[in-house]
């Protein structure tokens, strides 16, 4: 069963580009998170989904980010116009969803805005 | 969530045990304590959980106070990767957000 599978691993963008991170939970995971990990800090939550719902977005930034999970494919966390002082960690995690599981952790993307 | 509280770093030598602490005064009863660890630049990873009686898996033991306003992290033979931050969470609902301290850093000397 492979873990949870974030990409791309490494993404560079300019300034007011677009950035799609992209995360598959873990088989069977109905529930995905996305984290931020800005340079030299925690580890912030941004949003909480299941298929197809936002659960809860108190984490995420009032404009140009969003994310969503469809019934089929991975959760994207999407970012417009990029600033630099969105380049960071952005981790993926996923539950099962039942009877209250730990959360499984992907390897995270690394953006850098230039 | 119930506030914790961690020193901001420790160490431990190579094959010891590492013990780990963590205060949560203010834990309600239906509150789990869990602990998850990062080794650099990795994602998070689960360590252990409980929520009253000690708790041990492959990987450490987890004790909890009787009143439950402490816990210990237990890793019973610290290896050089083990070397991470250590951060624990007081937590209601295991399928909510995890809200992260800033943790514990924890070396790990040859």
């Known amino acids: 069963n492979a873990g949870v599978m974030q990409n791309p691993r490494h993404l560079v963008r300019r300034r007011g580009q677009e950035a799609r991170l992209r995360c598959s939970p873990m088989k069977g995971h109905s529930h995905v998170y996305w984290y931020r990990q800005l340079p030299e800090e925690g580890l912030k939550f941004m949003v909480y989904l299941q298929k197809e719902n936002i659960i809860d977005e108190s984490g995420m930034p009032k404009e140009r980010f969003s994310a969503e999970f469809p019934k089929e494919g991975p959760s994207i966390l999407r970012i417009q116009q990029v600033v630099r002082g969105d380049s960071a960690a952005y981790f993926c995690?996923?539950?099962?969803?039942?009877?209250?599981?730990?959360?499984?952790f992907g390897p995270g993307t690394r953006l850098t805005v230039l | 969530d119930a506030k914790t509280t961690q020193p901001t770093s420790m160490d431990c030598a190579e094959g010891r045990a590492a013990n780990l602490p963590c205060n949560h005064s203010t834990i309600s009863g239906n509150e789990y304590v869990y602990w998850y660890r990062q080794i650099h630049s990795q994602g998070p990873q689960y360590i252990i959980h409980?929520?009253?009686n000690n708790e041990t898996n492959e990987m450490a033991s987890l004790i909890i106070t009787e009143d439950r306003k402490s816990s210990t992290l237990i890793l019973p033979h610290a290896t050089l990767r083990d070397t991470a931050v250590y951060y624990c969470i007081a937590s209601m609902n295991r399928d909510d957000k995890i809200i992260f301290g800033k943790g514990t850093r924890l070396h790990i000397l040859p």
């Open positions: 995690a996923s539950s099962p969803g039942t009877l209250g599981q730990e959360q499984f």
């Open positions: 409980g929520l009253k």
